[in-house]
T-cell receptor
Framework: AQKITQTQPGMFVQEKEAVTLDCTYD???????LFWYKQPSSGEMIFLIYQGSYDEQNATEGRYSLNFQKARKSANLVISASQLGDSAMYFC???????????FGSGTKLNVKP | DSGVTQTPKHLITATGQRVTLRCSPRSGDLSVYWYQQSLDQGLQFLIQ???????AKGNILERFSAQQFPDLHSELNLSSLELGDSALYFCASSVGSGRAYEQFFGPGTRLTVL
């Protein structure tokens, strides 16, 4: 079975500070992909960052970076220099090896304080 | 704007009724995924189609069905609706190779069953 765990239902961070959102996963597959999505209060799902299981370097996309620790099966999202617009729900997700069956975690609600 | 369109945006209906949700993927994307997001819940994968054929099934109820048409748009049919079917239903699309591992989400259809 494949499973994504996000243990932080909610987090607060001060504007301009960095924040780490935790994600652990469970899979027996060797080939898989890990994603982070942002869902603002408006409801849409916005892709943030992707990490392939065979990628040796951690993925980065602007202020977002993914701290990928394969042996620990963790894929934490790091947001640097938080902005008020970063306040949203953040979902960690995993794709299985055959481009099918995406699995999402329960999400972390991030609140950025001014 | 992700390029994925979903109609209608909102749908209010009664228990026992049947509804159809429509999704048009991004131009060039062959895969369509359907997800259900209940209130304060993460996303539950329902089903995936690739170029007209069903590729994967998740937690989709027997009362629900989907199909992908030759023009690649997809429809999710929900029948014998129950109060618990009230949720935000997302469609996502991807090409299915390379960087297109990522899914692009539509704005969602909010279904309310009264």
């Amino acid at each position: 079975a494949q499973k994504i765990t996000q243990t932080q239902p909610g987090m607060f961070v001060q504007e301009k500070e960095a924040v780490t959102l935790d994600c652990t996963y469970d899979t027996s597959d060797q080939s898989y992909g890990l994603f982070w999505y942002k869902q603002p209060s408006s409801g849409e799902m916005i892709f943030l960052i992707y990490q392939g299981s065979y990628d040796e370097q951690n993925a980065t996309e602007g202020r977002y970076s993914l701290n990928f620790q394969k042996a620990r099966k963790s894929a934490n999202l790091v947001i640097s220099a938080s902005q008020l617009g970063d306040s949203a729900m953040y979902f960690c997700a995993m794709r299985g090896p055959n481009f099918n069956k995406f699995y999402f975690g329960s999400g972390t609600k991030l609140n950025v304080k001014p | 704007d992700s390029g994925v369109t979903q109609t209608p945006k909102h749908l209010i209906t009664a228990t026992g009724q049947r509804v159809t949700l429509r999704c048009s993927p991004r131009s060039g994307d062959l895969s369509v995924y359907w997800y259900q997001q209940s209130l304060d819940q993460g996303l539950q994968f329902l089903i995936q189609y690739y170029n007209g054929e069903e590729r994967a099934k998740g937690n989709i109820l027997e009362r629900f069905s989907a199909q992908q048409f030759p023009d690649l748009h997809s429809e999710l049919n929900l029948s014998s609706l129950e109060l618990g079917d009230s949720a935000l239903y997302f469609c996502a699309s991807s090409v299915g190779s390379g960087r297109a591992y990522e899914q692009f989400f539509g704005p969602g259809t909010r279904l309310t069953v009264l």
